[in-house]
């Protein structure tokens, strides 16, 4: 792993070249904990928010940027197609302390998103990328705050835009830069296409540019992060869908990039002590917040369980645990039946041959582009739409 340019955040060097991606509804303060417990010192991103929302002062989003006391770094991924907005909302969040690092989010395929000139949309207009990400920068700067971004191959193989995209990024100061090698058109089918982050990579030296390049895209057991930087040359990498339901896949690449021996996947007793402690995270997380409640924690509870269950079913996936147990976690409301559920769970089992490529999250595509008319044919930093509140932005900023 010689010859990489090192990734850092502020004066914050992780302990390995690892991020955790941002997504909507996964990566927010408790499963970012439960992360740390395998593999501390990591880059961990928060779930999206959007700029409107947050200069906005929106509710909903403000509690959303929730960081432990002990978390460090402080990462958030804001997204947003107004130069101005994201300008405003990076400012807010560093002048008031809250983060230690803003990623752009440029790389949302969601047909809602791109359809009005936003998320994955944004990469094929240069002049409104560059503006935004120059007044993220512009925003941050004073306060210290590393500003990185997040992007696809382009809208489809005929409109590949990473490259272009990653230059304009570097010219304008962005820390590092992170590829999903897939196109918006694929969306989360096929294979992640390693190619392009070498590609991107050398397109990044050739211009003189010393920032990270990561790569981003089917990383869903530690073998696959050493051949993705071995292959490709890039600087790190970014864990999208491959950590759902296996947060330890941290600890395995922490291990992996460090040339040591990686643990054998854990048994299902292990597994279930990680579930436990996780919904009880995300509860505590709820109920701090007074999200899903009325002012009794039972109520928290119910929110906190009803949004676990996804994380049951991935925690899950691979191992012997039959269709009605799975069916009865799809369905835990609290955690006592969470506990008994668990109980009943054979904890010498373990996982299948080939479980931890079971494919967890969005495997859905090819989609349809969908992008606002005549939106090609500009090239400025204008962009007519209506951005769509928190709740109308899908999960799918993963990898």
Known sequence: MTGRVPLRVGDHIPAAPVVLAPMAGVTNAAYRRICRSFAPGLVYVNEMVMATAV???????????????????????????????VGRAVR????????DHVDLNFGCP???VTRKGGGAAVPARPALLRAIVAAAVAGAEPFGVPVTAKFRMGLTDDLRTDVRAGL?????????????ARTVEQHYAGEARW??????????????????????????EAADGVAMMN????????????????PWLFRD??????????????????????????ARALVEHYTEDGVGRSGRRVAGEDFAMRDFRKHASWYLTGYPVGPEARRRFSMVSSLAELDDLLAGLDPQAELVEGGQRIRRGHTNGPIKVSLPEGFLCADDADVDMTIPDDDAVMAVSGG
């Open 195 to 220: 190619n392009a982050i070498a590609e991107l990579k050398a397109a990044i030296v050739d211009a003189g540019h010393a920032i990270p390049v990561l790569g981003n895209g089917d990383i869903w």
């Open 110 to 112: 969601a047909a809602k």
């Open 253 to 278: 690449l922490v291990e992996a990039l460090s040339g040591r021996p990686v643990l054998g996947p854990p048994t299902l007793g292990e597994v279930a002590e990680v579930i436990a402690a996780h």
């Open 55 to 85: 200069a906005y002062r929106n509710d909903k989003t403000l509690r959303m940027m929730t960081f432990a006391s002990e978390e460090q770094p402080r990462s958030l991924q804001i997204y947003g197609s107004d130069p101005a907005q």
């Open 92 to 99: 807010m969040v560093c002048e008031e302390g809250r983060v």
């Open 168 to 180: 304009i990024c570097a010219d304008e100061g962005i820390t590092w830069v992170a590829l999903h």
């Open 231 to 246: 292959q490709t040359g890039c600087d790190g990498v970014v864990v999208g869908r491959g950590c759902l339901g296996r």
